[in-house]
Structures are given as C-alpha cells and as structure tokens.
C-alpha cells in the first residue's frame, strides 16, 4: 500500500532511511521545520535550515521516487528567544514562494509559557497575511493537555483562521477528539517511547473514525522509527480493517489536507 508521510524530519535521517521508506511504500512527504538539537544563534543558521528544506532534501527524496514538502517557522522550544524569533518570522517570506512549500509550521507550545504564546500568535498573523496553511505542535506528555487547549483557543480566537487548514500534529486519547469537534485536523505521531504507539493510534481512529484523522512518524533526532506508518498499517490489518478506510488514514487524508496549499502539486504514483 501506497502512504504519504506528512510529518517526518529527514534531516535527522540518513539517506538509507528514503531507500527504506520508498521500498515500504512511501510515496510522499512532508517535514515540518524543528528544533536542530541545540538552540540557533542567528537568523543567517535559520536561513540556512530553510535552504536544506527547500533545496536539498526534495532532492534527496526524488532520488526514491518520494516527494518531499516542507513547513516553515521557528519552533516553540526557540521562542523564548522573542528577538530572534521575530527577525526568522520577518525573514520566512523569502521562501513562501518555493515550489515544495505548504505553509507555517510547526508552531505551537512547548512549556506554554508567554513568549511561545506571543510568537505563536505571530506566526498565526504571518499565516494569515500570505494565506498559508498552518501545522502545530502540541506539547509533550504533563503539558500537553493544558497546552492544546491554549493553542485551540489561540486559534478559534481569531475568526480569519479557517479550521479545515490547520493540522494539530501529536494529539493522544485525551486531545483527539477536542480537536476534531473543534473542526480541525488532527495527527497522531507514533513514537516508540512517547506518544502514540500504533496499537494506540488504532484504537484512536476506531474511537473517533477516520475523518480528518492523520497518521506520521515524526522521524527525528530522538527515539523514533521513520517506519512507523506501514507499522500501523499492520496493525489495522491485524484488526481487519477494511484496505479502505486504512489508506484514507495513510493516504487520502494526507492528500485531502495538503491540497488546500497552492504548492501541493502531489503526482500520484500510477
């Protein structure tokens, strides 16, 4: 089966992790900008960053046959640094216009504190400003719940921000369905340590279906397996769930979302 990706930083992996995924049936996807590891110094190292997301790594994919596209922001964990922050805000428009470009993201919360709500709050205005769509990141395991309905207000606060353009990425049992009421997107990220793990993410979907209902592995400096789709792609088989309703979770729906950017210009495999 076919699947799309769409949250999974491949800057973090090798380029034996693309010959993996496109020999696993990965025919897409899309890498959010995130933390390096360590904390930038200068909105030069971000440019940079963004140079390699829109440059680099779609050439890399297409090497496996995967299309790559690519979110641009600066992460929640850097947006203490309010300074910094605004000086990479005023300088993404330099890139809005690359050809594998989606949209803002992922922004969100990290330790919900008042400089990460201020800058979200301005990658929220620079969304809007050049009708971008928008990725977030909800934050991890004690914050998460608190830090979820902050950024849910933050958002349906602001009545230009359409919900159908917007992911809220890392939900679990207790942020899933909120999301969704709310009209927004959700994604479910399978970790091996943290949050989701595919018998989880499972029971998610069979708990609040498959609509607007995302599924990726987030890839990435930590604990985490790249492959973590067609592992639930077992999983739901293991269920007996219909090919259908799994490739609308790992597929359909990913291309659903990402056709509302002006730059998703997705060629499905024939």
């Not at 993404?92 to 709050?121: A, C, M, Q, R, Y």
């Not at 397996?225 to 007996?240: F, N, Q, S, Y």
């Not at 979770?249 to 997705?266: A, H, K, L, R, T």
């Amino acid at each position: 089966m076919y699947y799309f990706d769409p949250h999974i930083h491949m800057v973090s992996r090798t380029t034996d992790d693309y010959e993996t995924l496109a020999k696993m049936g990965c025919v897409g996807m899309s890498e959010p900008a995130f933390w390096a590891g360590f904390d930038r110094g200068s909105v030069d190292s971000f440019r940079d960053y963004f140079r390699q997301l829109t440059d680099f790594e779609p050439k890399r994919a297409a090497q496996y046959g995967i299309q790559h596209y690519t979110w641009l922001c600066i992460n929640a964990k850097e947006a203490e640094n309010v300074e910094l922050s605004r000086e990479v805000i005023k300088m993404i428009p330099e890139f809005l216009d690359k050809p594998n470009v989606l949209g803002i993201g992922e922004i969100g919360l990290n330790k919900n504190t008042k400089n990460e709500s201020t800058i979200f709050l301005e990658h929220m205005e620079l969304a809007i400003q050049y009708n971008q769509q928008i990725l977030i990141h909800t934050p991890h395991l004690e914050d998460k719940y608190q830090g979820t309905r902050m950024i849910l207000d933050m958002l349906t606060g602001d009545s230009r921000i359409d919900p159908a353009r917007v992911l809220v990425d890392h939900v679990e049992e207790h942020t899933a369905r909120e999301v969704l009421d709310r009209g927004f997107w959700a994604g479910m990220t399978l970790y091996p340590v943290t949050k989701c793990t595919p018998q989880r993410a499972a029971d998610i979907i069979e708990m609040c279906g498959a609509e607007r209902l995302l599924v990726n592995s987030a890839g990435d400096w930590g604990p985490s397996k790249p492959t973590a789709v067609p592992d639930l792609i077992l999983e739901m088989r293991r269920r007996g769930h219909s090919e259908a309703l799994i490739r609308k979770v790992v597929y359909d729906n990913p291309i659903e979302f990402f056709s509302q950017s002006q730059n998703f210009s997705f060629q499905h495999p024939e």
